[in-house]
Each structure stands twice: as C-alpha cells, then as structure tokens.
C-alpha cells in the first residue's frame, strides 16, 4: 500500500476522500487554487500545495503542476475525485509515465469510455442492448440528415465527448435538426474541444437508471446495484436514489449482469457506473459509463454499508475486491440531495457570493458507515460538504456546495428524512436551491416513486405562470416578521441582548411598527405591536393576536432569534427568525420562506400612490408635529420632524390625503421603521 495520496480536486469530494484514506493511515495532500486557500480541505489534509491562479486551467486541470506536486510532497499516488481530470485519459498516462498510482481504471478503458461513440461499438460487440442511433466518425451535414431520418423522430443530439448535461439537444422535426446540430456542435466544442456528435432515438419519458460496478486486478468484478437518476434539470442530476423504485427482482438482476458485462469488455479495472436509460416498458438501454466515482456514490454506500472510497484505494493498490457478489445485500433506501448555490426563480442561474451562515441538520458529516459496525446514524441523515459559514461560494467553479443523503429502512422514511433534513439545513447568504430541493421531495409524482426525466421540466411548467404559494399561515408570518424587525430596531440602536432590550423598551413605550415586504412578487405590509408577558412575546396584528415564546436572541454573527409559536395553526412548532442586511429568513417547523424588507433607508420614503403612511427612517426623536389629525395635505408637504445622530430631519408627505393618526407626539422617541403619520385609506 502506498503511503501518501495526493488529492486532485477541492470541494466536498476532497474532503470526503481525505476521511477515508485518512482512517486508513494514510498521508493526505490536498492541492486547491488561489480561491480555495481558505478551503476546508486545504485545512484538513496533512500538507496543501497551491496550484497558482484561480482558473481550473491554471490550476485544477494543469496536469504537469499536479503531478509536480505529488513529486515535490513524496506522493506515491493520485486520486482524481470526479470531474475536472478524473476521466481525461492523458493525466491517466502522465501519472503513469510519472512512476505515480492512478486510482481509477487503465488508460485504455478511459479512452474507449471517454468517446460516446466508441463507447457503444465496443459493448455491442458484448451484445449489450444500445438505443438505435448513429455513432459514425463522419460528420458532414448530409451524412447526419440521411441517418437522422433513418431513425426517425424525435432524436437526441448528444456531443461524442459530453458529460455534464452539455452537448445534448431533442429534435422532434427534420426542419429543426440543422440549427439544433450547429448549436450542439458549438456548445461541444466549447466545453470539450472536439465537436462530434452522435444521434439517437429519443426514447419517450425514459427513467434514468445506474448500475454501481467495480472491479479488480485479479479478474473479479461485482455491481453493488442501481440507482435512479430521473430527477435531472437541464440534463443534470439533481436527488438520486438507491434502489430504484419499482423493479422486479429480474430487471435488477438483469442490470446488474449487463453492467458487469460492460466492464468486463473494456477490461476495467476501479469503480466505474454504467447509464441506461430504461422505457415505459421496462427495456433497458446502455447509454455510456462514466470512469470514476459518481457525485451520488452516498447512496450506494448507505444501502450496502461499504465504504467505497476505500474499495478504490485498496484496488488500486492490488488488492481483490472485499466481498464477492453473493455478500452484497441492499439494505434500506437512501437519498440524496444535490445543494446547490443558484436561483432556481431564474432558470437555476448560478449564485456566488459569502455564506454568511451555514448550519448543519443535527447530521454529522460523514456518518455513512457507521452500520457497518452495526450502528446507524439515529437521525438518518449524512452530509457531505465543503462550505462552513463565512466561506466564498467563487464564479471559478462548479456552484455545488454539499449534498444532503438520507436512509432509511424504506424509501417513505428516507423521503421524510431527507425533507426534514433539508427543512433543517441552513445556508444564508447566497440563493440556494433548499426550499426548491424540498418541494421536489413533496412532489407528488416524486412521492410515487418510478417517474421520468421530464418530471422536473413538468413541475416548473406547472408554477411558472402561477404565483407560488405562501407555505407559513399569513397571522404567523406577519407576527414573526414583525417580531423580527422590532428585535432588529431594537438590536440596531441600544447595546446588549436584543431580547432584554426588547422587554424593556415594550413595557416602557410599545409604540405600533408598520413594515413593508416583498416576497417573490408578493407585496404586503405588516402593522405589529408587540409586548412582552411573563411567559411569551404577544404581537397584536389588524387580524387578532399570536403570542411567541423566544427561547435565544444573538446579534452575532447574525441577528437571531429561535422559540416555539404558540397559537395559531403553527402551534408548537418551532420558528427560526435569521436577519442578513434586509432580507429575513423565516423558519416555521419543516416550513421556509425568504422575505426581503423594505427598507426606509434604501428606497424613497413615497411608496407611490399606494401609500398610507409615513414611517421613521431611523431610530429618533419627534421634535415637531407640523400637521393634525383630519387635516388634508398635499404631496411633499412637510410632516413631522426627527432628530437623530445629533441631525433635524424634516420628514413630507408622500402623497395628497387626509392625516388619520398621528401615534407619536412631541418628544417620543421612536425606532427605525415606526409608522408616525398614517393617512386615511382612499376611496
């Protein structure tokens, strides 16, 4: 066994890799960018070697750094994770030539693998079923329309070297195939430098469906069954599950056997996960296989117990594999759930940025082979991640930030595990896909089990003209929210615990809030006047009461509060309330929305015609009232007058109307956002 691993890659997968080899005694190197010299798995390696700028082809992709590197650091061997160089056949090669291990199969299978094309000449050789296609090297414009229409349509245009969901375009007309080729050929040539295509039948509602496989140097080879892949957006995975749901015994067996038979006919030697895509019927059909350790590779340890991080590592060192086929059970059903730092509001644009806070769902990462001892997790949950708050979230690369996986002894409690987790995972300050991840989970064709790869595109087809519905009762979002902004105020302009600050000034003065918020399209105001009592916090609102009982209230490094709801239909659950600059993120029991504040500050003080009210820009003190109650005034007319940071600011009125109420006389001091003038509704 080698001695000391060299880790070429960052992120989760680096991390996860360096546990393992790790507990096995060995000596790590983590290698990372200018943009990750603050990563974590640059801290947790034994020795880290920066690779220079931030561009993957300056660093993560430079072959001849990497393996400079693992000479400089005594390195006996590299372990490519997945993507960046993991299946380039060259850095294979090179490592070699280098005198260096290469965990992952022979240049050879990578090769042939690598090429979509080749891929699938040589397992029809092994008789293994293929989607009738063309996978010719001959890539002029008639040679492609000639075997588009002996296919027929619609077909599916796929890049020779793709991956990643690039390169892939459905054509359902002859009329449309030219302009689908030339886009696809430039996308290829663009994220792979080589523009080749193939085409293939499109197989209607197909599931995504993956046989695990390994194999060693004695001639043993084992599946440790499939997972299902369906639920993709953009042709990329988003959960994934093992085992997929409703297969029969034989169409299990029959997967894994063909799987083990594409292995075989590349001589392959590692981890590797053959694709198929499998129609209404059941047929099943190779699509290719990728030659490294899957991103969704959780699931399959958490049903069989292996941990196969390790299998890799002591294959490549020579060893057989460590169970043979008849000792490789399925046990339970897991989940897993790709976290992504993206817009799932904006067609998933990806999103940088700092996580100001991120916060684990009482999952302890790593936790997946804990039951090999006999033992599982008690929450069910393991989170593999790369991302600790105050961390960046960098343009440079891809934006997944961990992955959430859960188990369970069936797949209706992995589900509900994996939702609660995802209810319970916290990740503020850049967009993030939780809330959207969650509702996929709720989904009720995902619910059922065994849907197809256009599930996803139906489900947004569904809400994208509809405005989404708010999942907290409107009485317990309003009183927390303005719970919320009094514990703010509060917080922003008096020392110490927002919360004894909170008790005392309620007691003393309890003046009404008046807030404005947005909520994706949604517009609404909040008027809350809130008060302390003996054993809760009571907000009175237009539509009744809601007493709330805060249990915790920090300002650092975010301003927080934590309780239990006590009325309402919320009752009991627990509410957790977290501010970042004007956006709240509002946590009600497995419910969640993000709810930005309409700042005074930031925007004019008129909220247009629509106004009703004139509120305190910042914390202060009424000086001068320069109107009354039932007087009419005009637009810009002044006020009210406020004192604060030693200023006089002169507040007018944003609109015609006729003054209602004036809630603070002369010398009353007031907090930011407190409504001062409130005008009578128009008719």
Known sequence: MFQTLLIANRGEIARRINRTAQAMGLRTVAVYSQADANALHVRECDEAVCLGEPAASASYLNIAKIIEAAQQTGAQAIHPGYGFLSENADFAQACADAGLVFVGPGVDAIRIMGSKSEAKACVAKAGVPLIPGYFGADQSLPTLQREADRIGYPLMIKAVAGGGGKGIRAVHKAEDLQSALQSCQREAANAFGDASVMLEKLIIQPRHVEVQVFADTHGNVVHLFERDCSAQRRHQKVIEEAPAWGLSDEQRQALGATAVQVARAVHYVGA????????????????????????????????????????????????????????IHIDGHAFEARLYAENPEQGFLPAIGQVALWESPSAVEFTAFQHRAGKR???????????????????????????????????????????????????????????????LCLHPEFVAGGYDTGLIDRMQNQTKDHAPAMPIDQTTLHALAGLARWAQAVGGSQAGNPLAQLDGFHQAAAPLRVDHWQWHSNAFSTRTHVRAMPQ????????????????????????????????????????????????????????????????????????????????????????????EVGESVKKGQPLIGLEAMKMEHTLTSPRDGVVQAIPHPVGDQVLEGTELIHFEEEQ
């Open 377 to 439: 997790d008690t929450a069910g949950l393991r989170l593999d991640g790369a991302m600790a708050s105050g961390l960046e979230v960098a343009p440079h690369y891809d934006p997944m930030v961990g992955k959430l996986i859960a188990w369970g002894p069936n797949r209706d409690v992995a589900l509900n595990r994996l939702a609660e987790g995802l209810a319970r995972l916290r990740c503020v300050g850049v967009k993030n896909n939780l809330a959207w991840l969650r509702s």
């Open 536 to 627: 809760a916090m009571r907000v009175t609102l237009p539509q009744g009461q809601l007493e709330l009982r805060v249990h915790s209230a920090t300002q650092a490094p975010l301003l927080r509060l934590t309780g239990e709801v006590l009325q309402g239909p919320h009752a009991g659950a627990c509410f957790d309330l977290i501010w970042l600059a004007d956006q709240l993120h509002v946590h009600v029991g497995s419910e969640q929305a993000v709810l930005a504040w309409q700042n005074p500050a930031h925007i004019q003080a008129d909220q247009g015609e629509a106004g009703h009210g004139v509120a305190a820009p910042m914390p202060g003190k009424v000086f001068a009232v320069f109107v």
């Open 272 to 327: 590797g996960t053959v694709e198929f895509l499998m129609d209404a019927s059941g047929a099943f059909y190779f699509m290719e296989m990728n030659t490294r350790l899957q991103v969704e590779h959780p699931v399959t340890e958490m049903i069989t117990g292996f941990d196969l991080v390790q299998w890799q590592l002591d294959i490549a060192a020579g060893k057989p594999l460590p169970a043979q086929q008849s000792t």
